[in-house]
């Protein structure tokens, strides 16, 4: 590095060294960031004689770090949290006095070097850059204003007040038997696709305050979840009837009641119901407690597909997680299509047993343990809904019923689906126009 001074080279050098050395934690120089930084420490080191190699370095860095909307040090902390390896994972299962001393060893060792890339700041890089670049003026730094960054606590606070950081194992291994780890420590919501797990960012804000209409629906569900969320038993839940009557938006509703509480809601559609066992066994021994989230399930008459959800509804020599449930919505009350021509003829010539397989059909829906029951929304119901959604709106009581039932009368029929989209709409046309005389189209 001929064109800085030798301490910022050996100091360079002596940080590639330490990042090289980390032992579990490698993970967090893996990264955007993480891969950025290490570059740039690279470009230092040896920048070419016009600095063009280190300047672009240093902007791929700054970017990355904008982009995700954390300085270097918040970067840093919130990936310890949320790191992925074998002491989080065993942290999660047992008590810390009963953790491998190497494991806890090693993981005082990351600290402690975590601690010095830590003390690396964007500040003290741009001062490096300059040098090796021979710039009239450092390149200017990352940063974010205090009042958006928040008011942060516990380890986040914590950790980088400590003179050693190696002191916070025991704390660490607490907090990831509490809130887990990797993309559960990340996201709340979650689909499976592909064959492996993709965190959803902005789940569906839907509130269970907001649903009205099925009281006694929502209560069991609720309760039932209380009991997953208590370590008890739950039970799986079928959620059948009329289209739009708010089963999906029930489920999902729980998810931002009780993410809080460390449930988890993940995802799966039809086509990936062959992995549901392979979903549950990932689930098994982490500290969330996890929804999967099957919508408008059924069968065709020759769909295999509901075996393997048979193995996770009724178990098999393999013990059932006490932390996963699942929550299945359908239009139909027997999930697998029947036809008269499948009912058994002795006459004909079919197998011997037919009738075995005609129970198998209708039986499969009696698996779930709980089977709530959606009917399709009467008038009063449905104006029960359209009076609660739209309780802020400047709106006479009689106008709103008046335009609610014409509004069901031309579009989908009542549902609390109608409800929704004909407040939606009553909100946008009084936002946009001002007028709410004539907002029902009559196509």
């Not at 910022?8 to 590639?16: A, E, G, I, M, P």
């Not at 809130?179 to 509130?207: C, E, M, N």
């Not at 011997?352 to 039986?363: A, F």
Request: with cysteine.
């Amino acid at each position: 590095m001929p064109t800085a001074n030798s301490t910022s080279y050996t100091t360079v050098q002596f940080l590639q060294r330490q990042a090289a050395s980390l032992l579990l934690y490698q993970s967090i120089l893996a990264s955007e960031v993480g891969s950025t930084f290490l570059n740039l420490l690279q470009t230092i080191r040896y920048a070419d004689v016009d600095g063009r190699d280190c300047l672009q370095a240093y902007g791929s860095y700054f970017q990355a770090l904008a982009s995700s909307h954390q300085t270097w040090e918040e970067y840093l902390i919130k990936q310890i949290l949320i790191a992925d390896n074998p002491f989080t994972k065993l942290a999660q299962q047992q008590e810390f006095s009963q953790l491998p001393p190497a494991l806890v060893a090693a993981v005082k060792h990351d600290l402690q070097i975590l601690q010095t890339l830590y003390e690396c700041n964007s500040a003290v890089l741009s001062e490096w850059v300059q040098m090796a670049t021979h710039l009239p003026i450092s390149p200017v730094v990352w940063y974010r204003e205090p009042e958006a960054v928040g008011i942060e606590t516990g380890l986040m606070v914590s950790i980088p007040q400590l003179d050693n950081w190696g002191d916070a194992v025991e704390d660490l291994a607490i907090y990831y038997q509490l809130h887990g780890t990797g993309l559960f420590a990340q996201y709340p919501a979650f689909r499976w696709q592909s064959g492996q797990l993709v965190g959803i960012a902005y789940p569906d804000s839907v509130k269970l305050s907001t649903l009205v209409g099925y009281e006694w629906q929502k209560d069991a569900l609720v309760k039932n979840t209380e009991f997953l969320l208590s370590g008890e038993t739950a039970l799986h839940v079928l959620l059948y009837g009329s289209r739009g009557s708010g089963k999906s938006s029930l489920v999902k509703a729980l998810l931002n009641e009780y993410s809080h509480r460390n449930l988890r809601l993940i995802e799966v559609s039809k086509s990936e119901l062959p992995d549901l066992p392979k979903i549950v066994e990932q689930l098994r021994g982490v500290p969330q407690k996890f929804i999967i989230f099957v919508d408008d399930l059924s069968f065709e008459e020759d769909d295999d597909t509901f075996k393997a959800m048979k193995v996770v509804l009724e178990g098999n020599v393999t013990a059932r997680p006490e932390n996963v449930v699942v929550y299945a919505t359908s239009n139909r009350r027997h999930l697998i299509r029947e036809y008269f021509t499948d009912r058994p003829n002795p006459k004909d010539n079919q197998e011997v047993h037919g009738w075995d397989t005609m129970q198998e059909k209708l039986s499969f829906s009696d698996r779930f343990g709980l089977t709530l029951t959606f009917e399709a929304a009467d008038q009063k119901t449905y104006l029960q809904i359209v009076q609660h959604l739209a309780a802020n709106i400047n709106i006479s009581p009689q106008d709103l019923e008046f335009k609610a039932l014409q509004w069901a009368t031309h579009h989908n029929g009542r549902s609390g689906r109608t409800a929704r989209q004909f407040v939606d709409f009553l909100k946008a046309d009084l936002a946009v126009f001002g007028d709410n005389n004539n907002i029902i189209s009559e196509s």
